[in-house]
């Protein structure tokens, strides 16, 4: 499996993350600004807005995909036949984050690095910090993994793999829908059918949001696109995660038993010259709940070349330059949301 580039590597200072429990007043480092009023999912309406829900074993499920790509940049999904790996990896994210906070040091990311436990990659684009710890997974977990538990690291291991596995496999299904749609051959492509010498990146980040003293003040996770041609979270029971909807404001995506959220990332969106949106979201905090998620990031191997396809497209002209995933991630790890504008044609 191709462990994916770290956009956010060159800025690895402050990475050390706080004893949450700890904590009983929101310090002035974590506060950020007053959101409760923000979120549409609040106001009471006959007809809220939601993020569409997909059964994969519904006949229509492409087009619904597709017209979900169009008009959300995100998605749940459900009839994937995965739920008793969700609750396995759920549990091993729980024992790891339950870890008192001396040991769960002892894999912490190095300055440089990219996976092992810490801050959000993107904490040193802002001056207060997220209400949020995580541990990152290239591939095998296992060096990290013996760091936490010398004897018995096996078992989240073994889970590790095999999530990471199921969640390439449906990752692949998803982009071929979407390739289909967009009549992007992806024969060509061996990193998209485990055939060949090339092969995806892949990275699984673990998110834990401890129960916040002030959670209207604070956040969990910062507004951000994905680095990705698609990712798959793993929401666990409690809410938090919001997208931006144009002329909706923020959209609650409210977890449902079994159901995984599918997010289009950077890559997608470049692609498909903007057809397929690349979804703006954040994490909202609660103060009794501690949140777990898993976001599954699926990108294309470093040295693939992103080119705008327009056969969906009536004007024909691309509107981003083609560049490789090499140099995406060096343009965004230096400026973040301003990515997309600097690679405009
Ligand atoms: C593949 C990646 C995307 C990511 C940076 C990373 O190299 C590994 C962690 C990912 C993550 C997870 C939490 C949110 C996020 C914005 C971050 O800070 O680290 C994403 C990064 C991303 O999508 O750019
Ligand atoms: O916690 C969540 O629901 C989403 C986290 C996220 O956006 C990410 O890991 O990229
Ligand atoms: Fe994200």
Same mark, same amino acid.
């Given at each position: 499996? %191709?462990?994916?580039?770290?956009?956010?590597?060159?800025? $690895?200072?402050?990475?050390?993350?706080?004893?949450?429990? #700890?904590?009983? +007043?929101?310090?002035?480092?974590?506060?950020?600004?007053?959101?409760?009023?923000?979120?549409?999912?609040?106001? &009471?309406?006959?007809?809220?807005?939601?993020?569409?829900?997909?059964?994969?074993?519904?006949?229509?499920?492409?087009?619904?995909?597709?017209?979900?790509?169009?008009?959300?940049?995100?998605?749940?999904?459900?009839?994937?036949?995965?739920?008793?790996?969700?609750?396995?990896?759920?549990?091993?994210?729980?024992?790891?984050?339950?870890?008192?906070?001396?040991?769960?040091?002892?894999?912490?990311? =190095?300055?440089?690095?990219?996976?092992?436990?810490?801050?959000?990659?993107? =904490? &040193?684009?802002?001056?207060?910090?997220? !209400?949020?710890?995580?541990?990152?997974?290239? %591939? #095998?977990?296992?060096?990290?993994?013996?760091?936490?538990?010398?004897?018995?690291?096996?078992?989240?291991?073994?889970?590790?793999?095999?999530?990471?596995?199921?969640?390439?496999?449906?990752?692949?299904?998803?982009?071929?829908?979407?390739?289909?749609? $967009?009549?992007? @051959?992806?024969?060509?492509?061996? !990193?998209?059918?485990?055939? %060949?010498?090339?092969?995806? =990146?892949?990275? $699984?980040?673990?998110? =834990?949001?401890?129960?916040?003293?002030?959670? +209207?003040?604070?956040?969990?996770?910062?507004?951000? +696109?994905?680095?990705?041609?698609?990712?798959?979270?793993?929401?666990?029971?409690?809410?938090?995660?919001?997208?931006?909807?144009?002329?909706?404001?923020?959209?609650?995506?409210?977890?449902?038993?079994?159901?995984?959220?599918? @997010?289009? %990332?950077? /890559?997608?969106?470049?692609?498909?010259?903007?057809?397929?949106?690349?979804?703006?979201?954040?994490?909202?905090?609660?103060?009794?709940?501690?949140?777990?998620?898993?976001?599954?990031? /699926?990108?294309?191997?470093?040295?693939?070349?992103?080119?705008?396809?327009?056969?969906?497209?009536?004007?024909?002209?691309?509107? /981003?330059?083609?560049? +490789?995933?090499?140099?995406?991630?060096?343009?965004?790890?230096?400026? $973040?949301?301003?990515?997309?504008?600097?690679?405009?044609?």
């Amino acid at each position: 499996m %191709g462990a994916i580039s770290d956009p956010y590597g060159a800025h $690895l200072h402050h990475i050390i993350p706080i004893d949450f429990n #700890s904590i009983q +007043t929101l310090p002035e480092s974590h506060v950020w600004h007053d959101h409760s009023d923000e979120s549409s999912s609040g106001v &009471p309406s006959a007809d809220p807005l939601s993020v569409p829900v997909i059964d994969l074993m519904d006949p229509e499920a492409p087009s619904l995909m597709i017209q979900a790509c169009e008009e959300w940049g995100i998605f749940q999904v459900i009839g994937h036949g995965l739920t008793k790996l969700m609750d396995d990896v759920e549990s091993e994210a729980e024992k790891l984050f339950g870890l008192p906070v001396d040991q769960k040091l002892k894999a912490l990311r =190095s300055p440089g690095g990219a996976t092992g436990y810490g801050r959000p990659h993107i =904490s &040193p684009f802002f001056d207060k910090h997220m !209400w949020h710890e995580g541990f990152t997974i290239m %591939g #095998s977990p296992v060096d990290h993994a013996k760091q936490l538990w010398p004897q018995d690291y096996q078992g989240f291991c073994d889970t590790m793999d095999d999530y990471q596995n199921q969640m390439k496999a449906l990752a692949q299904k998803l982009i071929h829908i979407f390739f289909k749609s $967009l009549d992007i @051959n992806f024969e060509e492509f061996d !990193w998209l059918n485990d055939s %060949g010498s090339s092969s995806p =990146s892949t990275a $699984l980040q673990l998110n =834990s949001y401890p129960p916040c003293p002030d959670p +209207t003040r604070a956040l969990g996770m910062a507004t951000h +696109t994905d680095t990705s041609l698609v990712t798959i979270v793993q929401q666990c029971k409690t809410s938090g995660l919001q997208v931006f909807k144009d002329g909706a404001g923020w959209v609650l995506v409210q977890p449902i038993p079994g159901a995984l959220t599918v @997010n289009l %990332g950077d /890559y997608l969106h470049i692609l498909s010259n903007g057809v397929f949106t690349s979804v703006r979201h954040r994490v909202v905090v609660n103060q009794q709940i501690q949140r777990f998620s898993m976001a599954y990031f /699926y990108s294309p191997p470093r040295d693939f070349t992103v080119s705008p396809v327009l056969s969906r497209v009536l004007e024909k002209v691309p509107k /981003y330059r083609s560049l +490789t995933v090499k140099e995406y991630v060096d343009i965004k790890g230096k400026h $973040l949301e301003k990515a997309f504008s600097l690679i405009q044609n």
